[in-house]
């Protein structure tokens, strides 16, 4: 995966925001800015803070429909305590759902909107009935969660992020123009842990 910060060296860049480097040059002005918001993201927050959240990537190996998992990967690296998960297929998050009080639901979607563009729902909500999220799931997402519902197994509280996708055309990378957003993105969402 392209990281934003490759123009900057291998030496240079920062592991915290996943390029996979080990090493953080103190003089890179967007290394310093990368811990910092990343301690930030953090903060004081421990694991018993993240007690009953569970954070689910929805995607696929399909073009741009991978960022649900990266952006799953990317706040697993940013927020190691949290519970994170990626799963191919919204049915899977049933077998998941024990003990979870917050769902956290990270998925591609098309809504004519900018690439990139991030959109935050609270379930149920709808807003979401127009929204066509991943074409490349065998089940929709708003199917499992009323049925999760039905059963008595969806949590108190579930936020859904739809990050508006390109392309999801089998045997495709990441698209270089959402690659270099998962990072913000994966930001974006840590921040709302602290807010709600």
Request: charged share 20%; aromatic share 6%.
């Amino acid at each position: 995966m392209p990281s934003r910060f490759e123009n900057l060296g291998r030496n240079k860049a920062c592991s915290a925001l996943g390029c996979g480097q080990n090493q953080c040059a103190n003089s890179c002005a967007m290394c310093g800015f990368a811990q910092r918001r990343r301690r930030r993201v953090v903060g004081n927050m421990t694991e018993s803070d993240f007690s009953g959240i569970l954070l689910i990537g929805l995607g696929s190996p399909h073009g741009d429909d991978q960022v649900g998992w990266r952006v799953a990967e990317e706040i697993s690296r940013l927020v190691p305590t949290l519970p994170t998960a990626c799963v191919a297929s919204p049915i899977e998050i049933l077998d998941r759902l024990d003990d979870v009080k917050r769902l956290v639901i990270c998925d591609a979607c098309r809504s004519a909107g900018v690439v990139g563009g991030i959109y935050r729902w609270q379930w149920p909500d709808r807003q979401l009935a127009p929204i066509e999220f991943s074409g490349t799931h065998d089940v929709e997402l708003s199917a499992v969660l009323k049925l999760a519902s039905a059963l008595g197994r969806l949590p108190k509280q579930v936020t859904i992020w739809g990050i508006e996708i390109e392309s999801s055309q089998p045997g495709q990378p990441l698209s270089a123009s959402l690659a270099q957003e998962v990072a913000r993105i994966a930001r974006t969402i840590c921040e709302d842990f602290h807010a709600t």
